[in-house]
């Protein structure tokens, strides 16, 4: 059975640092892609950013490009998501989400989803 587990959320203040880790297990992983979305209350479920097994490309919402780092260990099948410059619109429950997809954002494509973690980013 896969599992998902999602670690290093946390309260913040603005401008600070969270660094968000996503441990998978269960199977290989394979030429899966990796990503992290995010659901703000009251809002959909948002694509931050998504990294490719081959070749580690990576993509970013516009909103946190040059804020986020997306990166993944495949000897692990861990991804992490450090967030630095923190800003209180970026407060959500934030989502691993592993699987084969053609579109990184589309979340429907993602075979496996973790349970979230949640940050809080204090004004």
């Known amino acids: 059975q896969v599992h998902l587990v999602e670690s290093g959320g946390g309260l913040v203040q603005a401008g600070g640092s969270l660094r968000l880790s996503c441990a998978a297990s269960?199977?290989?992983?394979?030429?899966?892609?990796m990503a992290w979305f995010r659901q703000a209350p009251g809002k959909g479920r948002e694509f931050v950013a998504g990294?490719?097994?081959?070749?580690?490309?990576?993509y970013y919402e516009d909103s946190v490009k040059a804020r986020f780092t997306i990166s993944r260990d495949n000897a692990k099948n861990t991804v992490y998501l450090q967030m630095n410059s923190l800003k209180p619109e970026d407060t959500a429950v934030y989502h691993c989400?592993?699987?084969?997809?053609?579109?990184?954002?589309?979340?429907?494509?993602?075979?496996?989803w973790g349970q979230g973690t949640q940050v809080t980013v204090s004004s």
């Open positions: 989400a592993v699987g084969r997809v053609l579109l990184l954002g589309s979340a429907q494509a993602y075979e496996y």
């Open positions: 269960g199977r290989t992983f394979n030429n899966y892609d």
């Open positions: 990294i490719r097994w081959s070749g580690g490309r990576t």
